[in-house]
């Protein structure tokens, strides 16, 4: 399984950005998808999670800015990031647990998964 993220840039305070994951492979199933970020010499922290019912949750710094959303049928994740800060800036990676098809058997648990990350730098 690979995750792909795009959408990364540079916007100046205020602007907005959409990130979006695509997941490819021998997918069976996805289960929750998330957004993390690593703003510069900080650890990475978890920005947004969704359920694969749809079910989000953020963090409390981007709650009424941000919104997560998935598209099943294509196993895309996105991130619609709104009224952008500075704080806002890092580089963005997505992350999926799924569990795939190995040798025609569906793997008995989930994995993690990871895609590179997408650098969005926001100016003030």
């Known amino acids: 399984v690979q995750l792909q993220a795009s959408g990364g840039g540079e916007v100046t305070a205020g602007g907005s950005l959409r990130l979006s994951c695509v997941a490819s492979?021998?997918?069976?199933?996805?289960?929750?998808m998330a957004w993390y970020r690593q703003a510069p010499g900080k650890q990475r922290t978890m920005v947004a999670t969704?359920?694969?019912?749809?079910?989000?949750n953020y963090i409390e710094s981007v709650k009424g800015r941000f919104t997560i959303s998935r598209d099943n049928a294509q196993n895309v994740v996105y991130l619609q990031m709104s009224n952008l800060k500075s704080d806002d800036t890092g580089v963005y990676s997505c992350?999926?647990?799924?569990?795939?098809?190995?040798?025609?058997?569906?793997?008995?648990?989930?994995?993690?998964?990871w895609g590179q990350g997408t650098l969005v730098t926001v100016s003030s």
């Open positions: 992350h999926a647990r799924a569990r795939y098809w190995d040798g025609g058997v569906v793997t008995g648990r989930y994995y993690d998964y």
């Open positions: 492979g021998n997918i069976f199933e996805i289960d929750t």
């Open positions: 969704i359920t694969a019912g749809g079910i989000p």
